[in-house]
């Protein structure tokens, strides 16, 4: 199989000739796909993509502020970033992605309680991951340094979900529970392995000062 192949396959959960490889801010060209990272000739490369309120976080706003201080005001400021995250995604896939990783920010304790993520963001992350068609490759990153809210996300439209296990202690079974089809952690029973090239990564991520 070729890395495209295997790549489509394992997020289809199909049978594959091996585990692939799904590296993210690793220049690894032996990877299967890559996250806006440099590739083979027959790999895949995903663009990274915050959400919304992974945009936020990088722009220095406190959206939970705004939207609870003034909601009229507050929801002109998430509309905006929603506008901006589809500009990336069509960007994204128009200088030649083959897919999006959707860094989906906010369905944990450390930024959200479960009605903040659900009653403001949960229907615009589905919004966007919904535009794209068939055809794109849609990666879900769960950026948690805590438990996810697996059950609010886990019909969102994507088709392979990941998150980083040593951070989250989430399991592939565990995910499994909610989630079904394709998932790609350190975990050797997912479908795909995610290899994540920089230390502490979301604490830089979400660090306006370090943007």
């Known amino acids: 199989m070729t890395s495209r192949e295997r790549m489509l396959a394992a997020a289809s959960c199909l049978n594959t000739d091996r585990q692939p490889l799904l590296a993210w801010m690793a220049n690894d060209t032996q990877a299967d796909a890559t996250v ?22 990088k722009k220095g706003i406190d959206l939970n502020k705004a939207l609870k201080d003034d909601p009229t005001v507050g929801a002109a400021v998430l509309e905006e970033l929603v506008d901006e995250v589809r500009k990336s995604i069509s960007e994204g896939l128009g200088n030649g992605a083959d897919g999006i990783f959707y860094r989906l920010h906010g369905a944990s304790s450390k930024h959200c309680s479960p009605m903040q993520y659900g009653g403001h963001y ?19 990153f769960i950026a948690a340094e805590d438990e996810p809210y697996v059950d609010f996300i886990s019909d969102l439209p994507a088709q392979v979900f990941a998150w980083d296990m040593s951070l989250t202690n989430v ?17 050797p029973t997912s479908e795909i392995c995610l290899v994540i090239g920089r230390d502490r990564y979301l604490e830089t991520l979400e660090r306006p000062e370090s943007e």
């Open 36 to 57: 806006s990272c440099s590739a083979t000739k027959d790999s895949m490369i995903l663009a990274d993509v915050p959400n919304p309120f992974g945009l936020a976080l």
């Open 122 to 140: 949960l229907e615009r992350d589905r919004e966007l991951l919904s535009e794209p068609d068939s055809s794109v490759l849609k990666v879900l």
């Open 171 to 187: 399991t592939a079974a565990d995910m499994r529970v909610s989630r079904q089809g394709a998932v790609a952690s350190s975990d």
